[in-house]
């Protein structure tokens, strides 16, 4: 993987682009060679014809439902339950040709898509599972893209975070508002981590921290998690350098006694080695 677009993206305002340009340039990290213009068109595309068959329609509620019918009835897009954590789930030109995806990947073709006919929407960093705010005078809800557009009120966001989590996490009026730019691209790339974790490629695991490190703020859990991967992978003097870095950010971290055995060990075998 390479990421000089994602590199540039740190350095500038990640609010300016479309939410999926960001997505795009996620996946041209992963792909050097994606023709990203193919895939903005066929996001015109859908808009377009999306266009045709809603654009007499009035009302927030009608307008979502008829977005929904769109891309998850006629064009087919699907929540991937059969095989969550495939990588392709998170890298968004995979969406676009195979039709599936996870909830954060899906809300973002429909926020895109909805952005060209001008619908009032925002991508909702909602605790375990990403959702859609429609939001304008005379309407306020929810739409669950990875559920086939199902429109949600705030009351049933709740009563769902109530069934999931109980009383281990409690309701937040925040969970409930917009998400930054920053927030949902750091929530894609974690996915993206989580799926190559679970497929034990680790070489991918630590470029994709690497570039969670570019936006995650001070980035210290990400630095642990790099060190603790490279440990592994037996790069032993770039796992001492994170891990002394983590430490140095988190000084009374309470795991910091067991990080320190680990840098003696780390120091042990690089000696060992020399």
Known sequence: MQASDLIELS????????????ALL???AHDPNL???SY????????????????????????????????FEVEGFRGNRQDYYNP?????????DQRTG??????????????????????????????????????HFFIDPFNRGRLLTPEECQKRLQEQYGKALPYRPEYMEPS?????????????????????????????????LLFAGDGAEELKERGLVYYHMECFNAAKQDLENYLARKPSS?????????????????AQLQ
């Open 180 to 212: 930054t730019h920053r927030e949902i691209l750091v929530r894609l790339l974690t996915n993206l981590k989580m799926a190559y974790m679970m497929r034990k490629e680790f070489e991918n695991v630590i470029t994709v921290l690497s570039q969670i």
């Open 35 to 37: 023709c990203l213009q």
């Open 88 to 96: 392709s789930n998170s890298l968004f030109n995979d969406v676009l």
């Open 11 to 22: 350095m500038s305002n990640p609010e300016t682009l479309p939410i999926e340009e960001i």
């Open 26 to 28: 996620v996946a041209k």
């Open 254 to 270: 309470p795991d910091r006694e067991l990080i320190r055995t680990f840098l003696h060990d780390l120091s042990t075998k690089i």
């Open 102 to 139: 996870i909830p954060i990947t899906l809300s973002i073709l429909y926020i895109a898509v909805g952005r060209r006919l001008q619908l009032p929407l925002a991508g909702i960093g909602f605790p375990g599972h990403f959702l859609v705010r429609y939001h304008e005078a005379g309407a």
């Open 40 to 71: 903005r068109n066929r996001l015109d595309d859908y808009a377009h014809d999306a266009r045709q068959r809603i654009g007499g329609v009035v009302g927030g509620p009608a307008l979502a439902r008829g977005l929904s019918h769109y891309l």
